[in-house]
């Protein structure tokens, strides 16, 4: 398997990383939780979704007896800003294979009143713990190797303004996918990349959560621009990433009314389909 492009000569290691500062939380008391959202994982400046869901994913493993998440189904209430924030924690139930409990960010307005800016429910598991058994008809996605595709100093922003991510990741987007970046959409809703972080650093399961959501909108294959806000994200972790560059492949089928779905695969260096997702986005027609 190749490796990823651009990789540092000196990579960083799961659990010493800019990743791993950067959705660090303190807990203040059970329960409650202070992190400082960076503004290095904006678009604009906004926080991106999949760091937020990373954020929240850490508090709620410190909360939860398990240690992966397994599923985390977000809604998006109001659009997060750099800084500081609290997260509230609640164990909903605990069992031998699973435990399942909800968290809430919270951030102020100009006028000191608590926002909630996100409200997440979750199950947590051991995915050391799974058996060997995968019965699947999935396959990984056919994508150049990254020599081949395309990174962020081949084509325009796609969004005016700064977006701060693209420095923290290691995009490669295939080509068939990129024709948004030189004003010629294919009109199909794919997109597909190798995924790392610009660090060197390894994925595990909470850098999942990031990857699924981090690659340009499928919305500008289809011919639309702007930003795309998530309102509703769910994410399955199914396997403990091996190291190396992942492949994510994400896919809409249907616009309508505003809206569209985004389902998204993540593989390993391994061929393994290490996590899933599905998201509703809104778009601005017209």
Known sequence: MPEAASVPATRAV??????????AVVRRAPGIYDADL??????????????LLAVLGRALADTLPHPDPFTVSAHYLTASRPGPAVIRTETVRTGRTLSTGQASLFQYDAEGNEVERI???ASYGDLAA??????????????????????????????????AITERL?????????????????????????????DGR??????????????PPTAFEIGL????????????????????PLRVSVTTRNLAGGFL?????????????????????RVRLG
């Not at 960076?38 to 760091?51: D, E, K, L, Q």
């Not at 779905?261 to 986005?281: I, P």
């Open 14 to 23: 799961i659990g010493d990383s800019e990743f791993d500062r950067d959705t």
């Open 119 to 121: 409200r997440v429910l």
């Open 261 to 281: 779905e985004e389902d998204a695969e993540v593989w390993d260096s391994e061929d393994r389909l290490v996590a899933q997702s599905r998201q509703l986005a």
């Open 130 to 163: 799974l058996p060997d058994d995968v019965r699947t008809t999935a396959t990984p996605p056919a994508i150049p190797p990254p020599e081949r595709c395309l990174g962020p100093e081949d084509g325009p922003a796609p969004v005016d303004g700064s977006s």
């Open 202 to 215: 390894d994925a595990d399961p909470f850098s999942l959560l990031l990857a699924v959501d981090a690659l």
């Open 170 to 198: 290691t995009l490669r987007l295939d080509p068939a996918t990129a024709g948004w970046a030189v004003g010629a959409p294919s009109g199909k809703g794919e997109m597909r990349a190798w995924f790392g972080l610009a």
């Open 225 to 244: 621009t702007g930003w795309v806000p998530t309102v509703e994200l769910t994410v399955h972790v199914r396997h403990r990433p091996a190291p190396g």
């Open 38 to 51: 960076s503004a290095g994982w904006t678009i604009v400046r906004a926080v991106n979704g999949g760091y």
